[in-house]
């Protein structure tokens, strides 16, 4: 559970900072004129390289997943032989790269979102004149996006602590802490403060803005349809990893089946609750 909603979340939240990346960095193009978009004006020297670790961040992060030594989820050779026949002579890396493809769907349905609240952040920085409202919204779209997907990974490792009560928190943190986006957060976080400073306070109206829109986006990430849908939709794109055509048909129909898993679990949850 933890692997499957981390690997669509954080591929979410990772392509969504690197496209606000480009656009702080001027590689953005615009749609309009076909050109390249200016960078922010404080784009240089110490405040590129601090960007720049953030997206050296992600590599690590990604390093440290496909390459660990101990808790190893990506290792083929860990599989067991049922498991493994499902897969063909593919590498760990490849693997690695099947998993994170899985948020292809996902991020799509999440771009008019971002674009939203993008918008939202864009509109408070013009009512409080702070400069170049239009290129340093992304930088606080992104760490909005970072920081959403920090705290599913919190609710998430809280949930498979439910599943086995005989660990300590502390036990399943340290399984699953290779999943944890919070390096590259601090560094985006870093970067962002160094860019700009916007020490005011939200005024009501768009404090319940930014809100509505990060729910949104929470709500978009977390619903099992959208979920699954985004892995299902990656299966066929990936077909090469799989042994034969009919390990990826089992595959798609395992993903229904635990998607209706899910949906009944939650729907018995609820029915908990009210009684």
């Excluded at 499902?86 to 693997?95: E, P």
């Excluded at 004149?129 to 919204?137: C, I």
Aim: glycine share 2%; net charge neutral.
């Amino acid at each position: 559970m933890v692997k499957t909603v981390m690997g669509v979340v954080n591929g979410c939240a990772t392509a969504i900072m690197l496209d606000c990346f480009s656009e702080i960095s001027g590689k953005a193009i615009d749609p309009k004129t076909g050109h390249r978009k200016p960078p922010h004006p404080k784009y240089k020297h110490k405040v590129k390289q601090a960007y720049k670790q953030a997206v050296e961040e992600i590599h690590q992060y990604e390093h440290r997943l496909i390459y660990a030594t101990t808790n190893r989820f990506f290792h083929i050779n860990d599989f067991t032989p049922k498991i493994r026949k499902i897969y063909g002579d593919i590498t760990d890396a490849q693997f690695f790269e099947f998993w994170k493809g899985t948020s292809a769907k996902a991020y799509q349905i999440s771009r008019p979102l971002v674009t939203s609240l993008w918008n939202k952040y864009r509109l408070s920085l013009v009512n409080h004149h702070v400069p170049n409202p239009d290129t340093l919204a992304w930088a606080f779209t992104a760490q909005a996006c970072l920081s959403l997907a920090c705290d599913i990974y919190h609710a998430a490792i809280k949930d498979a602590n439910k599943v086995v009560p005989r660990l300590q928190p502390f036990q399943v943190e340290n399984l699953y802490k290779n999943f944890s986006l919070h390096r590259v957060l601090e560094a985006w976080t870093k970067a962002v403060r160094m860019t700009e400073e916007t020490n005011y306070e939200l005024e009501s109206v768009e404090d319940r803005n930014i809100e509505m829109g990060i729910i949104q986006l929470t709500e978009t990430w977390i619903n099992p349809d959208y979920l699954y849908d985004s892995i299902s939709e990656t299966l066929p794109a990936f077909v090469e990893i799989f042994r034969t055509k009919g390990e990826m048909k089992k595959a798609l129909r395992n993903i229904e089946d635990v998607r209706n898993k899910t949906w009944d679990d939650l729907d018995n949850s609820k029915t908990d609750e009210s009684t």
